[in-house]
Structures are given as structure tokens and as C-alpha cells.
């Protein structure tokens, strides 16, 4: 698997193999990588005939109080396990190859109406660095489809948005989340749990699905079900950001009868922050 890290030698080697009839998907990353993270090269090699990863770890979707000097990083390791997934080529930039003019005072892409609710209201500028450095990626790598977890389901409806509203010519396809076999999600920060959190986490995970058990069960008080989670993880000694009922489709507020929803929760165990969802085909009242 080569290993590129300018701008120009990734356009010339996608050049290349549109030239020869292959279709290219892409997955990006910020390394770190686990079996969540291969599960969607897996994916995109099922959706194109090349796959081209990404490991780069964006500034500026990191807040001035947040982990972007501490994040886990490991490239050697991160190279092997692509390439055991399929990856075709791995695209690991240097900060100044994104951001030429730095990261200050750039250009930057704000998808309205979904950057500054659930995780846009306790990371504030998160999905404006999101959304920039996805639609940079897109436009670099010029590739037929992108796969995106499910686990930062929040992120997702993100950047289908603004793919959509850009009309960028690229296919959006989400991926189911990856557990570890106590159900917890995967996820890079999970390094940060200490063993005595680690053991608590899937709490996160149980309370969705106690929740979820009530929304098919017949309840509609959206608010009572979000106060009765986030009550269950305090007491077991989360202190949760947010639990949200919402349209699965934009993240609006639902109705009685809405169908198709997402619960989502992002709390803190110790110093860690852990996000969750869990998606509910609700039928009415």
C-alpha cells in the first residue's frame, strides 16, 4: 500500500486510475485506528474498486480546551492495519499541505441549522472544522463515494447536508457502528478510560437501549425519556453533556408519530468524553 502526502502526487494517482475505468472511494480518518475504523474501508471496497484512506488529525475541529496535543497517533501501525483492511493508498498530510494559509482566518464551511446543536452547543466551532477539512478532502481526492460512521451520527448528518447543498458529484455512505463485545462503541479515546471506567462505559450503551425499550413501548414524552436517561447515567456516575431524542433524518425535534429516530448521549466518565447513539424504528402511538 503507498503511502502519499502531497496534494499533488494523491491527484495524479486518482487521475491514474479514473484513467483506467476504476471507480475510487475514500475514508478518512485521524488515526488511531481500530476495528471500527476498518470496518468502513471494508465498506468502501465493497462500493469502488480503489480505497484511499486518510490519517490526519485536524486542528481545527479540536476546541482550545480539548485533546489535539494528546491524541493518540500512531502512523506505522495505522499503515499495517489499512493495508490488511484493503486500503489501496494512505493519505497522511502534514497540517500546512490542508491549511496553506494556516488555521486562523481561512475560508471555512459552516453548515447552518446543525452546527451548533448537541455537540455544536459543548464543542462550539467543532462542526466548522469538520465540515471544512471533509469538503477539502472531497474536493483533493475527487472520489465517487465516502463512508462515514454511524457513531458520530451527529457528524454524518453534517456532512450529507452540506455534500448536498454544495452539490458535491460524491455518494455519502454511513456505516454501522462497531462495538467491543460488552457494547461498548469503539472508539480512539477509549484508550483514556482508566479500568475502573473502562468496566462502566457500556452503561452508555445500556441506558440507550433502556431507552429505546420505552419509545417502543409506547412512550412519546420525548423530554421525560431524555430526563430519565440522563438521571440514570448520573447516578451511575457519568456527568452527561446531553441526551437527545431526534429525527433520525436532520436531528429535528420529532413528532408524537415520528417513525424513524436517533437517541443520541455524550457524557464524561473520569477525564473522558464518550459519545453514543442508538437508532429507533418507533411506530405510533
Request: aromatic letters at 6%.
Amino acid at each position: 500500500m503507498e503511502v502519499l502526502s502531497q496534494i499533488a502526487e494523491l491527484r495524479r494517482q486518482v487521475a491514474d486510475w479514473r484513467a483506467a475505468g476504476l471507480t475510487v472511494g475514500l475514508v478518512p480518518t485521524m488515526g488511531s485506528l481500530h476495528a471500527g475504523h476498518l470496518s468502513l474501508v471494508r465498506c468502501a471496497g465493497a462500493a469502488a474498486d480503489r480505497v484511499i484512506a486518510t490519517v490526519f488529525v485536524n486542528p481545527t475541529q479540536f476546541g482550545p480546551n480539548e485533546d489535539f496535543e494528546r491524541y493518540p497517533r500512531n502512523l506505522g501501525r495505522d499503515r499495517e492495519l489499512l493495508a490488511g483492511a484493503g486500503a489501496s493508498l494512505l493519505f497522511a498530510p502534514a497540517v500546512a499541505e490542508i491549511y496553506p494559509g494556516g488555521t486562523v482566518g481561512g475560508t471555512t464551511v459552516e453548515v447552518t441549522g446543525l452546527a451548533d446543536i448537541l455537540e455544536g452547543r459543548f464543542r462550539p466551532g467543532h462542526f466548522a472544522g469538520v465540515a471544512t477539512v471533509v469538503t477539502k478532502l472531497l474536493n483533493i481526492a475527487q472520489v465517487d463515494v465516502a463512508v462515514f460512521g454511524e457513531k458520530d451520527f451527529q457528524q454524518l448528518v453534517v456532512i450529507r447536508r452540506l455534500v448536498r447543498d454544495l452539490c458535491l458529484p460524491v455518494r455519502i455512505v454511513g456505516a454501522p457502528i462497531v462495538r467491543d463485545v460488552d457494547g461498548l462503541a469503539l472508539s480512539s479515546r477509549n484508550v483514556y478510560l482508566s479500568p475502573a471506567e473502562r468496566a462502566l462505559a457500556p452503561t452508555l450503551q445500556r441506558t440507550l437501549q433502556a431507552t429505546r425499550a420505552r419509545v417502543l413501548a409506547g412512550e412519546r414524552g420525548w423530554e421525560q425519556l431524555e430526563s430519565g436517561a440522563l438521571e440514570a447515567l448520573t447516578q451511575a456516575g457519568f456527568v452527561p453533556d446531553y441526551v437527545a431524542i431526534r429525527r433520525a433524518a436532520d436531528l429535528g425535534a420529532p413528532a408524537a408519530d415520528e417513525a424513524e429516530l436517533v437517541i443520541l448521549v455524550a457524557a464524561r466518565l473520569g477525564t473522558t468524553r464518550l459519545i453514543d447513539n442508538l437508532r429507533v424504528e418507533a411506530v405510533s402511538a
